[in-house]
């Protein structure tokens, strides 16, 4: 055991599965399969589509795993940035009005911490906090429900009862308020 796993305990089986290792994926997958559904369905609202999310999820983490770098983030986040980036794109292939309503009672809790409770617990995630908490209230609500939640610019927008170009614009404003203070 390398000083990577004992860190993330996930980071072995990423070099395995890119030597075409089913049984690691089958690993990583009982591992992390809840916490990537619930990524999709937040996301999505709807538990069929979630489903085919999370197996394209599984198609692409069996093709890329050799593209991981432990040294840039956790198998985790990784993982939950491959499903969150594919669940936005199902939802954008709705089109322009797609509206995702959170939907909290639908969340599968299998005990263990959330994605978004193990990326807090980072340096980088301490940071993001406090640099967050520096922004205004309506801009901290935008950019976590854009980033955190998968929301489109768009369904933010109708969400928010404001012009699309409005909150791009409170969007924009925020991440370079962000950039400055995590660069400082």
């Known amino acids: 055991m390398n000083a990577t796993s004992s860190i993330d305990p996930l980071a072995d089986l990423l070099p395995r599965i890119a030597s075409g290792d089913r049984a690691a994926l089958r690993q990583l997958y009982q591992a992390t399969s809840s916490k990537l559904f619930g990524v999709c369905l937040r996301i999505l609202s709807d538990r069929d589509e979630s489903e085919d999310v999370l197996q ?21 986040t990784w993982i939950s940035t491959i499903a969150r980036n594919r669940a936005i794109d199902r939802l954008r292939a709705r089109g322009p009005l797609a509206y995702a309503e959170q939907v909290d009672e639908l969340e599968i809790d299998d005990g263990k911490p959330s994605a978004e409770t193990l990326l807090a617990a980072t340096q980088d995630g301490e940071a993001l906090g406090r640099c967050l ?14 980033f955190f ?36």
């Open 56 to 76: 394209e999820v599984y198609l692409t983490i069996w093709r890329r795993a050799d593209r991981f770098e432990a040294g840039r983030a956790s198998v985790m």
């Open 133 to 146: 908490s520096e922004l205004d209230e309506r801009t901290q609500r935008v950019i976590r429900t854009a």
């Open 149 to 184: 939640e998968g929301v489109t610019y768009e369904a933010l927008a109708q969400r928010m009862d404001a012009p699309l170009g409005t909150v791009k614009s409170w969007i924009r404003r925020g991440l370079l308020k962000l950039k400055g203070c995590l660069e400082r």
